[in-house]
Nanobody, 131 residues
Framework: QVQLAESGGGSVQSGGSLRLSCATS????????MGWFRQAPGKEREGVAA???????IYADSAKGRFTVSQDSAKNTLYLQMNSLTPEDTAMYYC?????????????????????????WGQGTQVTVSS
């Protein structure tokens, strides 16, 4: 059973930063593509970034230049560092995982991560950015 536990959400002012964490098992960390998604009220869930066990990364256009996805192999933990936050970044953020069997799922053209391609999801952590 794949377990994903997010933490680190909160409320910040526009221009601020937050770092989200997603803890998982060593097996998941080593064998799955790990992604970050978000869902704002009234909007569809969308991909933000993804990373594989080798450290290769991909970002949605909305995240490029502001967000950084990283991982800590000693802690089996995935991170999302978010800088220069704006109210448009307000959403529930989810950690997700899918077995690393297809490069195209983890690293799709254009950075458009497919919500339905990821099998396992955390419970989410809320990020609220005020103006």
């Amino acid at each position: 059973q794949v377990q994903l536990a997010e933490s680190g959400g909160g409320s910040v002012q526009s221009g601020g930063s937050l770092r989200l964490s997603c803890a998982t098992s060593k097996y998941t960390y080593n064998n799955y593509c790990m992604g970050w998604f978000r869902q704002a009220p009234g909007k569809e869930r969308e991909g933000v970034a993804a990373i594989d066990s080798d450290g290769s990364t991909i970002y949605a256009d909305s995240a490029k230049g502001r967000f950084t996805v990283s991982q800590d192999s000693a802690k089996n933990t995935l991170y999302l560092q978010m800088n220069s936050l704006t109210p448009e970044d307000t959403a529930m953020y989810y950690c997700a995982a899918v077995p690393m069997v297809s490069w195209d799922i983890c690293f799709p053209n254009g950075g458009n991560l497919g919500v339905h391609d990821f099998n396992y999801w955390g419970q989410g952590t809320q990020v609220t950015v005020s103006s």
